[in-house]
C-alpha cells in the first residue's frame, strides 16, 4: 500500500475511474470550477477547489 502516490499514480486512477465510469453511465459533462483570491500583495488568501456537472 502506498500512502504517498506520485502525481503519475494520481493521474493514471483517475482516468482509469473516469473510463470506468464513462462506460457505466456515460459522460457527466463535468467542468473543473476552480477559484482562487488573493490579498493585495497577490498572496493567497482562500478558495474553493471543485467542479460542475
Known sequence: MNYN???KEITFINNALNKFN????????????NIVEY???KNIIGGILG???
Open 22 to 33: 464513462d462506460e457505466k453511465v456515460g459522460p457527466d459533462n463535468h467542468e473543473l470550477l
Open 5 to 7: 502516490p506520485s502525481e
Open 39 to 41: 490579498d493585495g500583495n
Open 51 to 53: 467542479g460542475t456537472y
